[in-house]
């Protein structure tokens, strides 16, 4: 089971250093940077530790070429492009059907909980998931903005659609939840209130 979900992380890190490259040639860093606080941040989570080993596997497959270059002062560094074989590779992998989206939230945690928590606590998370959706509207409007490319640019504003209901739901709901915090007795556990 292990071995199955790593080859299936694996493929996901392999087809999005293939897409970074398909638009321009990159750095092992700037994979890593763009994956992780830029427009491809929202597909697929990658360390460097998952970057590297997907990097040297499609240049052994020859799906990506490697180059170093030379900057005055500073280390060489290793700059992959992608091959006509690796557009090949990229644009295949796409046309299979896509996995389902995972969605994973510690807020969620803490409102399934509320009954449970001080209402200070809950107010708290509302406040703080209110400003992280803000901060992740404001970029990926930034994205669409940019956009040169009409996938990309579709691709932000169904994002900015999302995560704008979220923010919808979450102020048009906040007094729910609010009233839920605390409201647990202390002879009620959350377990068996279901």
């Known amino acids: 089971m292990t071995k199955l979900w790593m ?6 890190i392999r087809t999005l250093c293939l897409a970074i490259l398909y638009f321009g040639d990159s750095t092992g860093y700037e994979i890593r940077k763009l994956s992780t606080e830029g427009k491809y941040s929202y597909f697929v989570e990658a360390s460097f530790g998952a970057i590297y080993p ?3 596997k499609l240049e052994h497959d020859g799906l990506v070429t490697c180059r170093e270059e030379t900057v005055a002062g500073k280390p060489a560094r290793k700059v992959y492009s992608i091959t006509e074989r690796g557009r090949q590779e990229f644009v295949n992998s796409l046309q299979d059907s896509p996995a389902p989206d995972i969605f994973r939230s510690e807020f969620l945690m803490i409102a399934m909980c509320a009954d449970i ?3 200070a606590v809950v107010s708290r998370a509302i406040d703080t998931r209110a400003a992280q959706l803000e901060a992740e509207l404001s970029h990926l409007r930034q994205v669409s903005a940019n956009a040169n490319h009409a996938g990309s640019k579709w691709a932000a504003e169904y994002g900015v659609t999302c995560l704008s209901g979220s923010l919808e739901y979450l102020r048009g709901k906040r007094q729910d939840l609010e009233i ?3 409201s647990a007795r202390d002879d009620e556990s959350p377990v068996a209130a279901e």
Do not use: T
């Open 7 to 12: 080859l299936d992380l694996l493929m996901n």
């Open 54 to 56: 997907a990097l040297a």
């Open 117 to 119: 928590l001080p209402p």
């Open 180 to 182: 839920i915090a605390g």
